[in-house]
């Protein structure tokens, strides 16, 4: 298994210490969201290359319609020269609510089959100019967006609810496997551990810890860390899942469910 994290900026020499400490807690890639209302993400992963040695760093996600693909080449680009090549592009079709996001760049949103388009030739765009062409990771949930990923994606971000079961997660994987010849592989976000969630999903959401342990949720692990181990290992066995992404909240309480798949 691999594990990313995701941490957003407070100051520079808050978010130098973060990321430096994220590199020594043993995570492969450091994520960020991409939004308005957070920093935007490549200038934010810039420094952070300029910071650490191993850490892989990927938006999570762009939205690709907040930029032209030329632009997103030129700094895709960027990022891959600072970094040595340790970036990934992380790439959606955008948020459902991000469209007064596009308003606000100047930047047409589209219909969800136009968006679709952009970002074919937004990753097109990329490989064709970028050197080393990075890794692309898509994020998709609707049958669609999980045809569209499969034609171009190396690995699919699986943006499933947080309420989302094992059946949900086989339906989205055979969707992608069904759709592509190529070995694709597939990563999960953690909604929570024990009764340990964001509170991005608590407070604007709703969502509870009992709330998702009675639906079934797939990505909230058991607070015990063997058996959380244990339903990382079923995931991997079942959907080919072989990444986490953790928020930052919740590395503390993730710490020793981490550590033992490190030393194997």
Excluded: C
Excluded at 15 to 29: F, H, I, L, P, S
Excluded at 207 to 212: D, Q
Excluded at 231 to 236: E, F, I
């Amino acid at each position: 298994m691999r594990f990313g994290i995701i941490l957003t900026p407070r100051s520079g020499t808050e978010w130098t210490r973060a990321v430096v400490d994220a590199e020594q807690r043993g995570y492969d890639t450091l994520l960020l969201p991409d939004t308005l209302y957070t920093p935007s993400p490549l200038p934010v992963l810039a420094a952070a290359a300029a910071v650490t040695t191993t850490l892989r760093l990927r938006p999570n996600v762009l939205a690709a319609p907040l930029r032209t693909a030329a632009a997103t080449v030129r700094e895709v680009a960027a990022l891959q020269l600072l970094s040595d090549g340790r970036f990934e592009l992380g790439i959606g079709t955008g948020r459902p609510d991000a469209e007064h996001e596009a308003e606000s760049l100047g930047m047409p949103w589209g219909s969800a089959a136009e968006r679709r388009e952009h970002l074919l030739a937004t990753v097109a765009a990329v490989r064709a100019r970028v050197d080393p062409a990075p890794p692309v990771v898509v994020a998709a949930n609707g049958p669609r967006a999980l045809v569209t990923a499969a034609a171009v994606a190396d690995r699919v971000l699986l943006a499933a609810a947080p309420d989302a079961t094992v059946d949900d997660l086989a339906r989205m994987v055979g969707t992608v496997t069904e759709h592509t010849e190529r070995e694709v592989r597939f990563t999960l976000q953690l909604v929570g551990i024990g009764d340990q969630m964001p509170t991005w999903l608590t407070a604007r959401l709703g969502y509870t810890p009992e709330k998702l342990r009675d639906a079934g949720a797939a990505t909230l692990l058991p607070g015990d860390p063997e058996d959380a181990m244990d339903t990382l290992r079923s995931h991997h066995a079942r959907y080919g899942i072989d990444e986490l992404i953790v928020p930052g909240e919740l590395a503390d309480a993730f710490a020793p469910v981490m550590t033992p798949f490190q030393r194997h």
